[in-house]
């Protein structure tokens, strides 16, 4: 066993050995509709479901004020919304397919 390998081994000996993410992209764009964005590969499930929890709560609090009328929302923020749902919605579908290929 080289160095190297001696070196990746402990460094690896405490890596996260639960569900974790696969790549998931999202954001089509262009005639071709190819993906823009991704979630990427090997985030410990926990953790993607937290950001998404955390955009989800933004998105719900925003949609709420202009719900009850304490905030108009312009078809530019409404398209900022649609794009922070779309990402959540990709990171929950990653944990989904990684916890999938973990079982």
Not at 38 to 59: F, Q, T, Y
Not at 65 to 72: Q, S, T
Not at 74 to 100: C, K, M, N, T
Request: glycine content about 4%; aromatic content about 6%; some cysteine.
């Amino acid at each position: 066993m080289d160095k190297h390998t001696e070196v990746n081994e402990k460094l690896n000996a405490g890596a996260f050995k639960g569900p974790v993410t696969v790549e998931m992209s999202f954001t089509n764009c262009n005639l071709d509709r190819q993906a823009l964005f991704a979630v990427r590969p090997g985030v410990p499930a926990w953790d993607a479901l937290s950001e998404a929890s955390c955009i989800l709560h933004s998105v719900k609090e925003v949609l709420d004020d202009a719900g009850m009328e304490n905030l108009v929302i312009s078809p530019s923020q409404a398209w900022l919304l649609y794009r922070a749902v779309e990402s959540a919605r990709a990171a929950i579908d990653s944990v989904h397919q990684g916890l999938e290929e973990f079982a």
